[in-house]
C-alpha cells in the first residue's frame, strides 16, 4: 500500500509503500475493546479506602438503654446509620490490573493503525527537524490539518519536538516503541515521521517481528 508523504508546510513531498501486515488489517472491534479496557483497568490505583464500624473512632458502648427512653433503640456511636460511623460496603484497596494477551495487543495495536489509514488520518511527514519553539509548531499542524487533536510520533524520543509540542492542547508526542491503543483512539489525528513508520512494520510486522517480540518479553 503507497501513502502520501508531507513535507512541514502541508505539500506532498514523495510516496512510500507501507505494510499490509500493520497498516492493512481488517478491525477486530471485540479485541481492540478488549484491549484498550485492559489498558484502563491497568491504569487505575486502586487505592480507594473507607472505614467500617470497627475502625472508626468512639465507643461500641450501647449509646442508652433498649426500652423506656422514648426514643428508637441504637446501638453504638460507631454504626453506619450515624454521623461519623463505619461506611457500609465501602472500596478498599485492590488490584485492578489485566494481564492482556501479548498477540492481542498487537492485533488491537494493528487495527487502529490500519484505521486510521481507512479513516485518511494518518498522515507520514518526512522528517520534524524544528526549533524547540510552539509556534514552529503550531505552523507544522495548520499546515497539515492536525491543530486540534493529534499524536505525534517519533522513531525514538526527539526533545525539540516534545518541547515544542508540550504547550499545545490536545497534542501529544511519542516515540514508535510506546504506541499503544488508547492514544491513538484518544486523538483524531496520528502524525507519524518516516523513521517512525519503518520502527512500527519493524515491531509489528509480520511473524519475524512477533518472534523477535516474544523473545524480548
Known amino acids: 500500500m503507497q501513502v502520501p508523504v508531507y513535507a512541514v508546510t502541508g505539500e506532498v513531498a514523495d510516496h512510500i509503500e507501507i505494510s499490509d501486515q500493520v497498516f492493512a488489517v481488517p478491525f477486530n472491534e471485540g479485541v481492540v475493546h478488549q484491549v484498550m479496557v485492559g489498558q484502563l483497568a491497568n491504569a ?18 450501647k449509646m442508652f438503654r433498649q426500652k423506656g427512653t422514648g426514643m428508637a433503640r441504637a446501638g453504638g456511636r460507631r454504626s453506619p446509620t450515624r454521623r461519623g460511623g463505619g461506611i457500609i460496603f465501602g472500596p478498599k484497596p485492590r488490584d485492578y490490573s489485566q494481564d492482556t494477551p501479548k498477540k492481542m495487543r498487537r492485533l488491537a495495536l494493528k487495527c487502529v493503525l490500519s484505521s486510521k489509514v481507512k479513516d485518511e488520518e494518518l498522515k507520514v511527514v518526512q522528517e520534524l527537524k524544528l526549533e524547540p519553539k510552539t509556534k514552529y509548531m503550531v505552523q507544522i499542524l495548520n499546515a497539515l490539518g492536525a491543530d486540534s487533536s493529534a499524536l505525534v510520533v517519533t522513531d525514538g524520543p526527539e526533545e525539540h519536538v ?24 484518544s486523538h483524531k489525528m496520528l502524525l507519524m515521521t518516516v523513521s517512525a513508520v519503518r520502527r ?13 517480540s516474544d523473545a524480548s518479553v
Open 162 to 185: 516534545i518541547k515544542a509540542s508540550h504547550n499545545i492542547k490536545g497534542i501529544k508526542t511519542m516515540p514508535a516503541n510506546l504506541l499503544n491503543v488508547l492514544d491513538i483512539l
Open 44 to 61: 487505575r490505583q486502586g487505592t480507594a479506602a473507607t472505614k467500617t464500624r470497627s475502625e472508626v473512632q468512639g465507643s461500641s458502648q
Open 200 to 212: 512500527v512494520e519493524e515491531l509489528w510486522g509480520g511473524k519475524a517481528a512477533e518472534e523477535v
